[in-house]
């Protein structure tokens, strides 16, 4: 049984991927609001890594309240997959969809959610340092194409994150 399990680990190779991280983000958009997100990454055998994620935005500038929460599905492509061994830096790009909601008690009194919900394109650049095997530092840029013209049709994110590979050894 010991081998076939030691056999098992070896063929799914846990030894030299991270297959999983986790990520906080903080930023700013165009807006202008204050951006925080939380993200989940599956990284895949291939050259496609797959991440999701929920987010918030927040501001409370020219007498407005503007809220908005929703989630991205990316799917991303690494330039380096294996900097994490070698402490080096990497770049990062993606495509996908974005769902989100917005809020704002002035001009949104009166609509009701699906009036204020918008599903769009999302596309990503980020360069990454790979500071330690289970820590990766991330400065990104996000732009997000909104289906609902309502809400406008752009939205413009970048900022710091900070990745956990829960997979590091």
């Given at each position: 049984m010991k081998s076939f399990f030691s056999f098992f680990l070896l063929l799914s190779g846990w030894h030299s991927a991270n297959s999983q991280a986790v990520?906080?983000?903080a930023g700013h958009s165009l807006v202008p609001d204050d951006y925080l997100a939380l993200r989940y990454a599956h990284w895949t055998n291939g050259a496609i890594n797959v991440s999701f994620g929920g987010f918030a935005e927040r501001s409370r500038k020219n007498n407005l309240d503007f809220s908005a929460y929703g989630a991205d599905l990316i799917a991303e492509y690494a330039s380096n997959r294996?900097?994490?061994q070698a402490g080096a830096f990497g770049l990062r790009s993606g495509?996908?969809?974005s769902w989100q909601a917005e809020n704002e008690p002035w001009v949104y009194?009166?609509?009701p959610l699906k009036r204020r919900m918008s599903l769009?394109?999302?596309g990503e650049l980020?360069?990454?340092?790979?500071?330690?095997p289970a820590f990766t530092l991330k400065a990104f840029a996000?732009?997000?194409l909104l289906f609902n013209p309502d809400l406008g049709r752009y939205r413009l994110v970048f900022g710091l994150g900070l990745t956990y590979?829960?997979?590091s050894y």
């Open positions: 990520a906080i983000r294996e900097g994490y495509i996908g969809a009194r009166d609509w769009g394109l999302v980020s360069g990454e340092w790979f500071m330690a996000q732009q997000k590979h829960l997979s």
